[in-house]
């Protein structure tokens, strides 16, 4: 069974600084792998996903994330965040399979950013 | 385009109880999986829901109880329900047939469930 681990449980910034959340996954085999945010009050969104193909991924609202397949990792950035980015964010695995597999989610990241 | 739309938005129950929620999946899809969200914590898997069928099923008790109609929607039931049953209760919906965002699941808002 897939595991995901997401080493930061808070983390707080101040706005203009640069993020990084650290998201590893244990699994036997391919993997598409997804970052979704939530912010306050609000249902679960996709950031950005990996299926294949260039390992640096580009999402919405400025995140981006790389997949390092030696390391199990899909980490995500942004460069410089506003105080708009504070939400939880979660890393989650599923087997390429379809749609027919599950989602495993890591534990999340409260992110919150300082005016 | 309606997202995936729960019902209801919140719901408060007495140990013991049984509960139903209600998902109705995003247009032309045709998958239904249930999570569940305890506070501070990632979702976690309940069970997925295909052509009116459970096809995959995480590691919950059997007073998690399943369906599927032939429009799509589907419904969760929870018996002899527990304190720690409570959590946000979450619906993602996807599809089988379009190829673009062939994997990717939609979440709805959830439904936040109180045990007392």
């Known amino acids: 069974a897939q595991s995901v681990s997401q080493h930061n449980h808070h983390v707080i910034l101040s706005e203009a600084a640069s993020l990084e959340l650290g998201c590893n996954y244990s699994y036997g085999g391919t993997v598409n792998l997804f970052w979704y945010v939530q912010y306050p009050g609000q249902h679960l969104q996709l950031l950005l996903k990996?299926?294949?193909?260039?390992?640096l991924v580009k999402g919405i609202k400025g995140f981006e994330a790389e997949f390092i397949k030696s390391k199990f990792s899909f980490n995500l950035r942004k460069p410089s965040v506003q105080w708009s980015d504070t939400a939880e964010y979660f890393c989650a695995v599923k087997p390429p399979s379809g749609s027919a597999r599950q989602l495993t989610f890591g534990s999340g990241t409260q992110l919150t950013v300082l005016p | 385009d309606a997202g995936v739309t729960q019902s209801p938005t919140h719901l408060i129950k007495t140990r013991g109880q049984q509960v139903t929620l209600r998902c109705s999946p995003k247009?032309?899809?045709?998958?239904v999986s249930w999570y569940q969200q305890a506070l501070g914590q990632g979702p976690q898997f309940i069970f997925q829901y295909y052509e009116e069928e459970e096809r995959q099923r995480g590691n919950f008790p059997d007073r998690f109880s399943g369906h599927q109609f032939p429009n799509y929607s589907s419904e969760l039931n929870v018996n002899a329900l527990l304190l720690g049953d409570s959590a946000l209760y979450l619906c993602a919906s996807s599809s089988t047939r379009l190829a673009e965002n062939y994997n990717e699941q939609f979440f709805g808002p959830g439904t936040r469930l109180t045990v007392l």
């Open positions: 990996y299926f294949s193909g260039d390992p």
């Open positions: 247009s032309g899809h045709d998958t």
